[in-house]
T-cell receptor, first 114, second 114 residues
Framework: DSGVTQTPKHLITATGQRVTLRCSPRSGDLSVYWYQQSLDQGLQFLIQYYNGEERAKGNILERFSAQQFPDLHSELNLSSLELGDSALYFC?????????????FGSGTRLTVV | AQSVTQLGSHVSVSEGALVLLRCNYSSSVPPYLFWYVQYPNQGLQLLLKYTTGATLVKGINGFEAEFKKSETSFHLTKPSAHMSDAAEYFCAVTLTGTASKLTFGTGTRLQVTL
């Protein structure tokens, strides 16, 4: 157990639907990062939050949004889902808002869009 | 800006043979370097990291990596491969003295054969 909790572990939904992925960072970590991993695109950075504020944005689609709450958990919202959104979505956390100490990853949410 | 290049998306070795996974980095300031491992259907797990000090870094499961500034490399090695080492390995870099996030390579899938 890495200390980063992601729920749900698996999600199957239909095209056009909206889903919410949840992440609780490791205790004491202030920063949360979201990544998408697919066979053809590899590991893609989506977005970072630090202590409730958006810190950095990567290859995140406009149909996707995220937020970090006062208790530091984060949610990634995916809407108008397409078949191509099927992927593993990882959350990672770190103590500070940078990578100098490395990240701790959760076990991921596998999203299947049918 | 920083980047990493992992040479070889797939590497196959025999059990008991040397494992060598290559990573070259690019950064404008001294880097922090990391190797992560991802087993099937799991999140990324930190193998080892280089921050400062000794350039030969030892990690978990018998892996080690050497930071070579002159070659801008941080190759991952293990003297004797085991079947359980079959996984995907990611090299990552961040910059010292900045609020930079981790930048990951595209990954190398290690196959271990009998």
């Amino acid at each position: 157990d890495s200390g980063v909790t992601q729920t749900p572990k698996h999600l199957i939904t239909a095209t056009g639907q909206r889903v919410t992925l949840r992440c609780s960072p490791r205790s004491g970590d202030l920063s949360v990062y979201w990544y998408q991993q697919s066979l053809d695109q590899g590991l893609q950075f989506l977005i970072q939050y630090y202590n409730g504020e958006e810190r950095a944005k990567g290859n995140i689609l406009e149909r996707f949004s995220a937020q970090q709450f006062p208790d530091l958990h984060s949610e990634l919202n995916l809407s108008s889902l397409e078949l191509g959104d099927s992927a593993l979505y990882f959350c990672a956390s770190s103590v500070e808002g940078h990578g100098a100490y490395g990240y701790t990853f959760g076990s991921g949410t596998r999203l299947t869009v049918v | 800006a920083q980047s990493v290049t992992q040479l070889g998306s797939h590497v196959s070795v025999s059990e008991g043979a040397l494992v060598l996974l290559r990573c070259n980095y690019s950064s404008s300031v001294p880097p922090y370097l990391f190797w992560y491992v991802q087993y099937p259907n799991q999140g990324l797990q930190l193998l080892l990291k280089y921050t400062t000090g000794a350039t030969l870094v030892k990690g978990i499961n018998g892996f080690e990596a050497e930071f070579k500034k002159s070659e801008t490399s941080f190759h991952l090695t293990k003297p004797s491969a085991h079947m359980s080492d079959a996984a995907e390995y990611f090299c990552a870099v961040t910059l010292t003295g900045t609020a930079s996030k981790l930048t990951f390579g595209t990954g190398t899938r290690l196959q271990v054969t009998l």
